[in-house]
Structure formats: structure tokens, C-alpha cells
T-cell receptor, first 112, second 117 residues
């Protein structure tokens, strides 16, 4: 039962352009959504999060948008840089259980 | 300010042996999570522990797998009688307070890559 889905396994973007990574979820009891970035042979590192009571959170080049009615969130990276090339995981926290569900990841390649 | 430390980084076992994976959380963190990542897949939740307590083990296989987080020392994920299908990357994460988990997200170790011969 995949409660958090990332339907695009990979994305290729030109340097300087916008990268948009998408994530869908099914459980309306999720209260926080997070994005993690992962390089090969390393653990995921936290990037940005958003509370379910908000629809946008911005941190530098990274912005996360949440559309609760559609149960959809997206991560925008602008401008994209080659160093952003990594696997990006979307995650959601189940309220009151402190349990996190992860998507399968999207591999972003930013071409110089 | 050490992060989450996992060891060993790589572990090779033969079928039927036991595997022990260790995780030392970040200083001050009392919540530990274990995840498994199979090749080309995402992170799958296995177990959530606090000191001396298993909070949620709904992602753990019913047999051969166990986890603990003692009062002193690292958290241990133990796999008995390993099989080929146990080959994966196992990640540990820690966090501070449950109530602030959204603002203080999980911090991950670099994982243990388990290979079963």
C-alpha cells in the first residue's frame, strides 16, 4: 500500500532552468510533508518541509507547494544547478503516530 | 557535532548467518527509525524506537528481524539466518521531539549496505 507516490523516476533539466518534482499521497491524516535529497552512497538529507495547514514554503532556491484538495505536492528548484543532481524523496508524516512514509524517489539530472 | 553514525558501512554475510547493524543517533535525539531500501526502490519503514521501547514495528518482517534501542549504547537491527532477499541498504534516522518532527526532521546516517552471498 503505497501511500506516497513519486510517479516520475527521473527528470532531466538544463542548468539555470526550473526543476519541478512531483509527489502524490493518499492519506488525509498526513500533517507534515518533507523533501529529502540523496547522493549515491550517502543517507538522505533534509531539504525543506511544509505543514499541512500551509500551501507554500520557500527556502532560497527551493519552494514546496501543497495542494491538499488534490493530495499533491511539488518541489520547485530555481535556478537549477548541476550540484542539485541527486535523488529526491518526498515523505509524509502520519499525525499522532510519528511515522514517516517515503516515495520511491525521483532522480534529477541537471545538465551544465 | 557528529551526525547519525551507522556501522559497518558494508557488511557481507553468507546465507544462514546473522547480521547486526548498529546506529548511534545524533546527540540529544531519543527517537530512532530504521528503513530498508531495495535496489531501485524507495525507503521502506521498518521500525520506530525510543530508548528501551519499540513504538512501531509494523514494517518489520515477522520472523528473523528484531531491533532494540537500549538505555546505553547504539540501536541495533538484527537479522538472523539471513537470506539473499535481505540484501539491501539499511538506513537509520534519528529525531528529537515528536511534536517538532515537522520542523526538526529526521537525520539520516549513511546506511549499511548488506550483501548476502
Amino acid at each position: 500500500d503505497q501511500q506516497v507516490k513519486q510517479n516520475s523516476p527521473s527528470l532531466s533539466v538544463q542548468e539555470g532552468r526550473i526543476s519541478i518534482l512531483n509527489c502524490d499521497y493518499t492519506n488525509s491524516m498526513f500533517d507534515y510533508f518533507l523533501w529529502y535529497k540523496k547522493y549515491p552512497a550517502e543517507g538522505p538529507t533534509f531539504l525543506i518541509s511544509i505543514s499541512s495547514i500551509k500551501d507554500k514554503n520557500e527556502d532560497g532556491r527551493f519552494t514546496v507547494f501543497l495542494n491538499k484538495s488534490a493530495k499533491h505536492l511539488s518541489l520547485h528548484i530555481v535556478p537549477s544547478q548541476p550540484g542539485d543532481s541527486a535523488v529526491y524523496f518526498c515523505a509524509a508524516r502520519l499525525y499522532n503516530f510519528n511515522k514517516f512514509y517515503f516515495g520511491s524517489g525521483t532522480k534529477l539530472n541537471v545538465k551544465p | 557535532n557528529a551526525g547519525v553514525m551507522q556501522n559497518p558501512r558494508h557488511l557481507v554475510r553468507r546465507r544462514g548467518q546473522e547480521a547486526r547493524l548498529r546506529c548511534s543517533p545524533m546527540k540529544g535525539h531519543s527517537h530512532v527509525y530504521w528503513y530498508r531500501q531495495l535496489p531501485e526502490e524507495g525507503l521502506k519503514f521498518m521500525v520506530y524506537l525510543q530508548k528501551e521501547n519499540i513504538i512501531d514495528e509494523s514494517g518489520m518482517p515477522k520472523e528473523r528481524f528484531s531491533a532494540e534501542f537500549p538505555k546505553e549504547g547504539p540501536s541495533i537491527l538484527r537479522i538472523q539466518q539471513v537470506v539473499r532477499g535481505d540484501s539491501a541498504a539499511y538506513f537509520c534516522a534519528s529525531s528529537f521531539l515528536r511534536e517538532t518532527a515537522g520542523n526538526q526532521p529526521q537525520h539520516f546516517g549513511d546506511g549499511t549496505r548488506l550483501s548476502i552471498l
